[in-house]
């Protein structure tokens, strides 16, 4: 079934403060109309507007139908309606251009709920006592049983909502004003306190702080790495040297592990490997200590604006046994990337006497991390 979505923005919200109406201020760097719009992407969308907006709209560059509003919010979603009337929608949904955070889960209630009501809409019951008031004081108390507090989108059969508009005389506070005067029942469906509408000057900073908290940007790595042992007497494993009767070849000191996680923190950035920034052919780091390669990693990390949240290495080997310094390498780990020692992981498994590690010709490593915008 075709559905398609109504934007509401040709209010004025003089209450929000501004220069400019609510619906058209700026929201963690989009206008709130933008944010409510983007929500909806995949539907046909009416996006209704105020006539003096209307050059703001077409500003936004998005594929949208823009409705002139009329005098009154009813006026203007019936504007939207008629424009949609003739295009094979079977579903709309009609909401609010000052709620800028609704969710997909919200959306995908209300459309799961046309399939059995010809309308549908979110809402909140209410937890908080009621009183009404007078010359501000308590002049009586309102029971709270049966109560909800309305959201958007309100979704409706599409044939329904338009004859109930082109029926309805007046405004009326929402478009559930407008189906139940009709006759239509609405079906309640969950809501999420997240799903504001932005009305006082305070509201945006409540919206800023729920779209930081949306927004984390949590970057995952893998890094994957294999040394051949050589002559030697110990073998350098994430950053301590174990003793061992051969050693690990490679260009630089070849601590398997800490290249594996060096690729990890790399990977997480999309910035390649360590091949990528420390070239073997470049003779300078020939024999050069991995802790250079690695706290390079987690400078070019903390430059992007992220942070460590864990990282896990696995070393794969016959032998040497691990375990007894695994403790030692977490602390050698963390001194390197300057962070908590909670946040590392080393530990070791066999291959099972398997392949070129069970063979005992080398020792593989892999290392997983995981960086947040800080």
Not at 74 to 87: D, F, I, P, Q, T
Not at 129 to 135: E, H, I, Q, V, Y
Not at 203 to 216: P, W
Not at 329 to 348: H, N, T, Y
Request: proline residues 3%.
């Amino acid at each position: 079934m075709t559905t398609a979505a109504i934007i509401t923005a040709a209010g004025r919200g003089l209450r929000a403060g501004g220069d400019v109406p609510k619906q058209w201020q700026m929201l963690a760097g989009q206008p709130v109309v933008a944010q409510a719009l983007a929500a909806f992407d995949g539907m046909l969308r009416v996006l209704v507007v105020h006539p003096d907006d209307t050059a703001r709209a077409e500003a936004l560059g998005l594929d949208v139908l823009i409705v002139a509003g009329g005098a009154t919010r009813s006026a203007s979603v019936r504007n939207a309606l008629e424009a949609l009337a003739g295009r094979n929608i079977a579903r709309v949904l009609i909401h609010d251009g000052a709620r800028p955070l609704v969710s997909a889960a919200v959306i995908a209630r209300v459309i799961a709920a046309l399939d059995h009501a010809k309308a549908a809409a979110p809402a909140l019951a209410v937890t908080d006592a009621l009183w009404r008031g007078a010359d501000g004081m308590v002049a009586g108390t309102v029971a709270r049983d049966g109560l909800f507090r309305a959201q958007t989108p309100q979704g409706f059969c599409f044939e329904t909502i338009l004859s109930a508009h082109r029926a309805h005389l007046g405004d009326a506070a929402d478009d559930v004003a407008v189906a139940r005067a009709f006759g239509v029942e609405v079906a309640i469906v969950a809501g999420d306190e997240d799903n504001l509408k932005l009305t006082y000057p305070g509201d945006f900073a409540r919206a800023e702080a729920i779209l930081r908290g949306r927004q984390m940007d949590l970057r995952v790595g893998n890094g994957f790495d294999v040394h051949a042992f050589c002559d030697g007497d110990g073998v350098w494993l994430c950053g301590v040297k174990v003793p061992h009767g051969r050693g690990l070849l490679g260009h630089s000191d070849a601590d398997v592990g800490m290249h594996a996680l060096t690729d990890a923190i790399y990977g997480a950035l999309a910035e390649g490997d360590i091949g990528r920034h420390f070239p073997p052919s470049d003779p300078q780091w020939k024999g050069a200590d991995s802790k250079i390669f690695l706290a390079h990693a987690m400078r070019l990390a903390r430059a992007r604006g992220f942070a460590l949240a864990n990282c896990d290495v696995t070393l794969i080997c016959e032998r040497p046994k691990i375990g007894p310094y695994a403790e030692a390498m977490r602390s050698a780990l963390a001194a390197i990337m300057d962070v908590a020692l909670e946040r590392i992981s080393v530990k070791a498994t066999t291959s099972e006497r398997l392949g070129f590690t069970g063979r005992e010709e080398g020792i593989a490593a892999m290392a997983t991390c995981a960086l947040v915008r800080a």
